[in-house]
């Protein structure tokens, strides 16, 4: 993605700029160098300085959280920009220094040779809150010297493995970055009515000073009643003692471990479970704290975790239960597009290992599991789907080594792509996605890693092919029992990385695309996780954003990935309410 020329006229498309005391701004143009093509200019209101430029389609700027919501807040729209500091963080990465402060200010200190100052901590999430992540205060910097840092990483790009796949990271990133900020002004249509009444109908009445509501009470007594005393449901420990006291050994109270228990306590203790999250999660406080008029109103922080996987600085967007979704309704007249990405990560090994075998399935629009249970498991899809997801996840218990095994000699490509990223993890070696995002060289610990990677959590047994596994190396590939529990939990999360960081990268440009799209039209994208995206739209509109973001799908694959037979198809839904859509 090289840098456009500069116009007749001697304005170019690429201006950076810099927010200044009072309100205003400095503001220069930029030469395809990143260095400067004219004079900085001080400009006295910062959103008039760019909507007074509307032949700029590219703003150069030290933070979009710093800059944008302020820009939005007075109508003002940019095509694009570049986050410095998002930039940093994907170059610091690269360069094997993951962790090493990202500020500006840190990265012009490290240009001229002083010393670097740590990053400001993390703010806390706080409803209504829509500025950066990062708090602003002393981290601002002059705009010659945010040029002179936009410049150096330039060069930076140049040196890294593939320079243009790395500037079009970059690119993608700052879009995201951009579509988050829109993400949060807009807000998730939200009706506060029907909330309260799922809640009601959930878990009875409030009692006064915010006590257990009444469902929440009579469970409690309920499993009280099956051990014969007292027993606090909501405290682990107390419910770990009373099955012990019944003679019956727990190592914790989660789901999986507890619901094939044959007591009496387990049947209220579930539901009790399960309405307690609810409660404290999404309960009456929570619809207090992030829904303002009419709209859910988290933050959105794209490229969160260093898989390049949105998160939320509050408010749990990302993990709505599906009958408190029932409150995201549309507006009067519009309707909620709701589209899912049909198998991605599978879809993505394919293009990124470059298996012909599975490239070939892959570029199917119908159930690639299936697919690939017709070619190596007799038609066998839930045995093809489990070693599909071991073979990325690395898990590989019971018959976890055949299903591989036999995936391997279907597939060599593709299994050896990840193989060969987990053994570069448990090695200590950089392992990168396919545009160059890269993986952190310390090893998480292994619950760390699994919340990372996507894995369950709560309840392993249903939702994952197996365990664990350790790399061995040589033709048996992926064996259990010959690295460190530290290296295989590296490892494990490495082979991961390679597939769900490029489905990342993937997801970026297929929001830019959406983005580019909706520009014109009164459609605007709501919500986004790393496989599902939610446009809110005149219901006229609908049909339109339905073939956009097959259309995106397919523009995002090839930017992405290149020229590849897969396909990345969607199951999309146009609904008035989110629950109805899956």
């Given at each position: 993605?090289?840098?456009?020329?500069?116009?007749?006229?001697g304005m170019?498309d690429?201006?950076?700029?810099?927010p200044?005391e009072?309100?205003?701004?400095?503001?220069?143009?930029?030469?395809?160098d990143?260095?400067?093509?004219g004079?900085?200019?001080?400009?006295?209101?910062?959103?008039?300085?760019?909507?007074?430029?509307?032949?700029?389609?590219?703003?150069?700027w030290?933070?979009?959280?710093?800059?944008?919501?302020?820009?939005?807040?007075?109508?003002v729209?940019?095509?694009?920009?570049?986050?410095?500091?998002d930039?940093?963080?994907?170059l610091?990465?690269?360069e094997?220094?993951?962790?090493?402060?990202?500020?500006a200010a840190?990265a012009?200190?490290?240009?001229?040779?002083?010393?670097?100052?740590?990053?400001p901590?993390?703010?806390?999430?706080?409803p209504?809150?829509?500025s950066?992540?990062f708090?602003?205060?002393?981290?601002?910097?002059?705009?010659a010297?945010l040029?002179?840092?936009?410049?150096?990483?330039q060069r930076r790009?140049?040196?890294?493995?593939?320079?243009?796949?790395?500037r079009?990271?970059?690119?993608?990133e700052?879009?995201?970055?951009?579509?988050?900020?829109?993400?949060?002004?807009?807000?998730?249509?939200?009706?506060a009515d029907?909330?309260?009444r799922?809640l009601?109908d959930l878990?009875?009445?409030r009692?006064?000073?915010?006590?257990?509501?009444?469902?929440?009470?009579?469970?409690a007594?309920e499993?009280?009643?099956?051990?014969?005393?007292?027993?606090?449901?909501?405290?682990?420990?107390?419910v770990?003692?009373?099955?012990?006291?019944?003679?019956?050994?727990?190592?914790?109270?989660?789901?999986w471990?507890?619901?094939?228990?044959?007591?009496?306590?387990?049947?209220?203790?579930?539901?009790?479970?399960?309405?307690?999250?609810i409660?404290?999660?999404?309960?009456?406080?929570?619809?207090?704290?992030?829904?303002?008029?009419?709209?859910?109103?988290?933050?959105?922080?794209a490229?969160?975790?260093?898989?390049?996987?949105?998160?939320?600085n509050?408010?749990?967007?990302?993990?709505i239960?599906?009958?408190?979704?029932?409150a995201?309704?549309?507006d009067?007249?519009?309707?909620l597009?709701?589209?899912?990405?049909d198998?991605?990560?599978p879809?993505?090994?394919?293009?990124?290992?470059?298996?012909?075998?599975?490239?070939?399935?892959?570029?199917?629009t119908?159930d690639?599991y299936?697919?690939?249970?017709?070619?190596?498991?007799?038609?066998?899809?839930?045995?093809?789907?489990l070693?599909?997801?071991?073979?990325?996840?690395?898990?590989?218990?019971?018959?976890?080594l055949?299903?591989?095994?036999?995936?391997?000699?279907?597939?060599p490509?593709?299994?050896?792509?990840?193989d060969?990223?987990?053994?570069?993890?448990?090695?200590?070696?950089?392992?990168?996605?396919?545009?160059?995002?890269t993986?952190p060289?310390?090893?998480?610990?292994?619950?760390d890693?699994?919340?990372?990677?996507g894995?369950?959590q709560?309840d392993?047994?249903?939702?994952?092919?197996?365990?664990?596994?350790?790399?061995g190396?040589?033709?048996?590939?992926?064996?259990?029992?010959?690295v460190?529990?530290?290296a295989?939990?590296?490892?494990?999360?490495?082979?991961?990385?390679?597939?769900?960081?490029?489905?990342?990268?993937?997801?970026?440009?297929?929001?830019?695309?959406?983005?580019?799209?909706?520009?014109?039209?009164?459609?605007?994208?709501?919500?986004?996780q790393?496989?599902?995206?939610?446009?809110?739209?005149?219901?006229?509109?609908?049909?339109t954003?339905?073939?956009?973001?097959?259309?995106?799908?397919?523009?995002?694959?090839?930017l992405t990935?290149?020229?590849?037979?897969?396909?990345?198809?969607?199951?999309?839904?146009?609904?008035?309410?989110?629950?109805?859509?899956?």
């Amino acid at each position: 993605m090289s840098d456009p020329p500069a116009t007749l006229d001697g304005m170019t498309d690429r201006w950076a700029l810099a927010p200044a005391e009072g309100g205003g701004a400095e503001v220069a143009p930029l030469g395809p160098d990143g260095l400067p093509a004219g004079p900085v200019r001080r400009e006295p209101d910062l959103a008039e300085a760019v909507r007074s430029r509307p032949h700029v389609t590219r703003w150069v700027w030290r933070s979009t959280a710093e800059v944008y919501p302020r820009l939005l807040a007075a109508g003002v729209r940019v095509e694009r920009c570049y986050d410095i500091e998002d930039a940093e963080t994907l170059l610091l990465g690269h360069e094997g220094h993951h962790g090493e402060p990202r500020s500006a200010a840190a990265a012009l200190a490290r240009l001229r040779g002083g010393p670097v100052p740590p990053d400001p901590p993390q703010r806390p999430a706080a409803p209504g809150a829509q500025s950066s992540l990062f708090e602003p205060e002393g981290v601002h910097l002059p705009l010659a010297d945010l040029i002179a840092v936009h410049a150096e990483q330039q060069r930076r790009h140049e040196r890294t493995t593939h320079p243009d796949r790395m500037r079009l990271l970059t690119a993608a990133e700052s879009a995201g970055m951009l579509v988050a900020a829109e993400m949060n002004r807009a807000g998730l249509p939200w009706s506060a009515d029907v909330h309260r009444r799922v809640l009601h109908d959930l878990l009875g009445e409030r009692y006064a000073g915010g006590g257990e509501p009444r469902r929440l009470a009579e469970l409690a007594d309920e499993v009280s009643a099956a051990f014969g005393r007292r027993v606090r449901p909501d405290l682990p420990a107390d419910v770990v003692k009373a099955f012990a006291r019944a003679g019956i050994k727990v190592r914790s109270t989660r789901r999986w471990e507890i619901r094939s228990i044959d007591h009496p306590a387990v049947a209220p203790l579930l539901e009790y479970k399960k309405l307690y999250r609810i409660w404290v999660a999404h309960g009456w406080s929570w619809l207090q704290d992030w829904v303002r008029e009419g709209r859910f109103r988290p933050e959105f922080l794209a490229g969160g975790t260093v898989t390049g996987r949105w998160v939320t600085n509050g408010g749990g967007a990302l993990q709505i239960p599906k009958v408190i979704r029932r409150a995201a309704v549309a507006d009067p007249g519009w309707r909620l597009v709701v589209a899912d990405a049909d198998q991605m990560e599978p879809r993505v090994l394919a293009a990124i290992s470059r298996d012909p075998g599975l490239m070939e399935v892959a570029g199917r629009t119908s159930d690639l599991y299936q697919s690939v249970s017709e070619r190596a498991f007799s038609g066998d899809r839930a045995q093809a789907k489990l070693a599909v997801l071991g073979a990325v996840y690395g898990q590989t218990s019971g018959d976890g080594l055949k299903n591989l095994a036999a995936l391997r000699r279907r597939f060599p490509r593709a299994v050896a792509y990840v193989d060969e990223a987990a053994r570069a993890g448990e090695e200590g070696r950089l392992v990168r996605t396919w545009l160059g995002r890269t993986c952190p060289p310390a090893a998480a610990d292994s619950e760390d890693a699994t919340e990372e990677a996507g894995l369950p959590q709560d309840d392993p047994a249903e939702h994952s092919p197996g365990r664990t596994g350790d790399w061995g190396g040589g033709d048996r590939g992926w064996m259990p029992g010959h690295v460190s529990s530290d290296a295989r939990a590296r490892g494990r999360f490495a082979r991961n990385f390679v597939v769900q960081g490029s489905a990342a990268d993937w997801a970026l440009l297929l929001l830019a695309a959406l983005r580019r799209t909706c520009r014109d039209m009164a459609a605007e994208l709501v919500f986004f996780q790393h496989d599902e995206v939610i446009v809110h739209c005149p219901k006229e509109e609908a049909d339109t954003i339905v073939e956009a973001i097959r259309v995106a799908s397919e523009l995002a694959g090839r930017l992405t990935f290149g020229d590849t037979p897969v396909r990345f198809p969607f199951t999309t839904a146009v609904v008035e309410c989110y629950a109805d859509a899956k």
